[in-house]
């Protein structure tokens, strides 16, 4: 039976790699040489989607490129086996991304190394479904705002609502300071509120906080999201679930609610409908 050309590629490739260095070749150009066969062996394997195989190739030529001091190229090969390995094989694309971080730390490509930590969290959270884990993850890459905000959400996920205030409050004052990113500080103030309001409905911190967030920005209080937060602890206060189920339907139709806010709302609702049945039995 005849080899695939990307077995017949890859065989050369540990030929090349194994190989002594002959007198007018030295044991860099050998690693570099068979790096590009390793490279050129996962490319085949893609193309056949035998992606375990194309991720093993691409971290053999990974570890051609290390022998080799070609950094830069070791944390594309890595990042490149990792892409591979998310088809299918979770663990080994985690394994390859934390290789990816080393080299991108190393060479002080900080952002980009954060980025690689968030996929590691996205996997654990997608893949393996473990909140705590991703969650973890994202929070050890907090160089990136949108890692902070992802850590946050996990928090809420779980129903640990005062860590998740607080990620969303820190996001928040990240993005302050900024004019760029200030334009989104209400959607982290909205999440912010809608945490409190799901912690047994603490109105009492959620009034709290809206007064804090108004201090911080004094155009907060003016915006569809402060305005939202604040109907929807007047209904929770007054134990109203039709004006409760207004303000969303309201804020709704000018302001799609996401999977996230909606799940948040439902949680707030039933909560709202359990203490009524509290109070009427009592």
């Not at 968030?118 to 654990?124: D, F, N």
């Not at 860590?163 to 990113?181: D, F, K, M, P, W």
């Not at 047994?200 to 967030?213: G, M």
Request: neutral net charge; hydrophobic residues 35%; contains cysteine.
């Amino acid at each position: 039976m005849s080899k695939s050309p990307a077995q017949a590629t890859l065989d050369k490739a540990d030929k090349k790699a194994n190989s002594s260095s002959g007198w007018f070749s030295s044991a860099t150009s050998k690693f570099e040489e068979a790096g590009d066969l390793y490279q050129q062996a996962a490319n085949q394997f893609k193309i056949e989607k035998n992606f375990k195989a194309a991720g093993d190739a691409f971290a053999r030529e990974a570890e051609c490129r290390e022998n080799g001091k070609e950094n830069n190229e070791a944390a594309n090969a890595w990042w490149n086996a990792a892409k591979a390995y998310k088809q299918g094989f979770p663990q080994l694309a985690v394994q390859a991304l934390a290789q990816t971080i080393v080299h991108l730390t190393q060479a002080g490509r900080f952002r980009q190394a954060a980025d690689r930590e968030k996929e590691i969290g996205q996997i654990h959270l997608q893949e393996n479904n473990d909140l705590r884990k991703g969650m973890r993850e994202l929070r050890e890459s907090g160089t990136a705002n949108a890692c902070y905000k992802d850590a946050a959400d996990l928090h809420a996920d779980l129903e640990e609502y005062p860590q998740a205030i607080a990620r969303y409050e820190q996001v928040a004052n990240h993005s302050l300071g900024s004019a760029l990113t200030k334009y989104s500080v209400k959607e982290y103030w909205l999440r912010s509120g809608l945490c409190s309001l799901a912690m047994k409905n603490d109105t009492v911190s959620a009034k709290r906080n809206l007064a804090k967030y108004s201090n911080q920005d004094p155009s907060y209080s003016s915006t569809r999201e402060a305005k939202f937060v604040q109907a929807l602890i007047d209904a929770v206060e007054a134990g109203d679930q039709e004006a409760f189920t207004g303000a969303v339907v309201e804020f709704d139709q000018v302001t799609k609610l996401d999977n996230w806010k909606t799940g948040m709302l439902l949680k707030i609702k039933r909560a709202l409908q359990d203490s009524e049945t509290d109070a009427g039995i009592l």
